[in-house]
């Protein structure tokens, strides 16, 4: 909107204020960190805008509805937008809003990847394939219809923490990508389970911007910890070495991989919200006949290798009598 330059910023609290209007914008979170959802009671609002709305609760939502509480300065009816993926027809958003719009004075506005002037054309036929893998994705993220996952890869076995545990046990998973976003994420093992954290999910980064990105990310005395990589790219694993990072080649067994992983208490922080997005829609495929075949689709994944890449790969190396290391 080319107000950047114009903006006083708090960065601490994530605060933009435009100089001379009044008008501020504060970037939070419901909850992530003790009493955030208490701090958010003791706000006043005109606008709020719910990203990944899904995610959030019910009582989420109501919390926030009631924070519309600040007075109009421009005679404007203060209003909640909400932006999601339709991933579940029994998401509160479907069965608690839309299907009861008069009560809550609701628009619902369906928009689909062809309302979307910035998508590249790589990325157009990788939606456009889901065609061809899920019926079910293909109407949620082609279509914009409302869904009903179904053969969910990992239902059970994750669940959200705040933080990573303190430990010395670390290491971390590397899926390349360009116009795909490159993904990087640590983990942190705390009695035998896995801890995990988005570091990053970024598309158009070269090779060596993704280098400078992940020194920014990875303090030096992490960076001997084993970083687990796509083998299918030894070039770009050899240039992170070269930079000083302990980059390996994965085990890219997608089967096994995955089995193992589903053996595992994994536990993801509340922050890593792209690895929660693709967890949540990652599944198998069907088969003509609407049977479920033991292969994933191929769609917002990067997250789930870069997991599998990293837990798998050392459970592989280090023998199946170990849990982890």
Not at 115 to 124: H, R
Not at 269 to 279: L, M, V
Request: glycine letters at 4%; a negative charge; hydrophobic letters at 35%.
């Amino acid at each position: 909107m080319n107000v950047y330059d114009r903006l006083q910023i708090e960065k601490q609290d994530l605060n933009y204020t435009y100089p001379g209007t009044g008008s501020m914008v504060h970037m939070g979170s419901m909850g992530i960190g003790e009493g955030a959802i208490e701090k958010i009671k003791s706000t006043s609002w005109n606008y709020i805008f719910m990203e990944e709305a899904n995610e959030f609760t019910y009582d989420d939502f109501q919390i926030l509805k009631m924070r519309l509480s600040e007075p109009s300065l421009d005679g404007k009816k203060n209003q909640i937008f909400m932006a999601l993926n339709p991933v579940s027809s029994f998401c509160y958003v479907k069965t608690e809003l839309c299907d009861k719009a008069k009560a809550h004075d609701l628009e619902e506005i369906v928009s689909t990847y062809k309302d979307n002037q910035f998508l590249s054309q790589d990325y157009i036929e990788i939606l456009e394939a889901l065609q061809l893998q899920s019926n079910n994705l293909w109407n949620i993220y082609g279509l914009g219809a409302w869904g009903v996952l179904e053969s969910v890869v990992y239902e059970k076995n994750w669940d959200l923490v705040d933080s990573l545990p303190e430990t010395d046990d670390i290491s971390f998973g590397l899926d390349y990508g360009y116009n795909q976003p490159s993904c990087l994420i640590k983990v942190a093992y705390k009695d035998d389970e896995p801890y995990i954290q988005q570091l990053l999910y970024q598309t158009h980064l070269t090779n060596s911007q993704l280098i400078e990105r992940m020194k920014d990310l990875i303090p030096e005395q992490e960076r001997d910890k084993d970083i687990y990589a796509d083998s299918a790219e030894p070039q770009r694993i050899q240039e992170m070495c070269d930079a000083g990072f302990n980059c390996k080649s994965s085990d890219k067994s997608v089967k096994d991989g995955i089995d193992y992983i589903k053996s595992l208490n994994v536990h993801v922080t509340k922050d890593s919200s792209d690895i929660i997005k693709e967890k949540n829609s990652y599944s198998y495929k069907k088969d003509k006949d609407n049977r479920v075949v033991d292969e994933v689709v191929k769609y917002a994944d990067h997250s789930m290798d870069a997991i599998r890449y990293c837990l798998y790969t050392q459970h592989s190396v280090h023998g199946p009598s170990m849990l982890w290391i």
